[in-house]
């Protein structure tokens, strides 16, 4: 029986990593979407500290989580808990689903990103479930993220959202 912390923990990881991969289904996997997708893809076998901001319906949230082999830990309204979890469960979470969307990807410039040179790749999903715009840099030297930007526009009541995340992957522990 998953608990309520649980079940949000969940949902969080889904979100924060799931914009990754939005807009960028295994179908459409060419081109410069492929680059989006690979770069994502290698998140799942990387230690990571990602800071998220959220702004859901209006109202801002920030969630931090580090990504381990086995565990992940996140803080939400200041306090930490981690969830264990298989690679296979945290690879199927952060697996792409595939679906019939018309997304597409492109290459826009090169551009520092905390002293770091990455490639700033952009990319335009549209499905029956909303749109969704994003911009992901990626880590000329890596191939792994370094910022991600989204927006989601669901439509009607759901709303719009905006969300940016920060990749870190030196050095990367467990909190205290």
Known sequence: MITAR??????????????????????????????????????????????????????????????????????????????????????????PKAHNDKATCKYLKDELVNGEMAAVYSSHDVSPKGVVDSQMWISKAKGLPLRVDVDIDVGGGGGKSHTSSRYEYGDVKPPM
């Open 6 to 95: 649980k079940r949000w923990l969940y949902l969080t990881v889904g979100f924060a990593f799931g914009h990754l991969l939005i807009g960028t289904s295994p179908l459409k996997a060419q081109g410069d979407c492929k680059v989006v997708l690979e770069a994502a893809s290698k998140t799942m076998t990387t230690a990571t500290h990602t800071y998220t901001t959220m702004n859901i319906g209006g109202k801002d949230q920030t969630v931090e989580m580090i990504y381990m082999p086995g565990v992940i830990y996140s803080r939400i309204n200041g306090k930490w808990s981690s969830v264990s979890m298989t690679p296979q469960e945290l690879a199927e979470l952060r697996q």
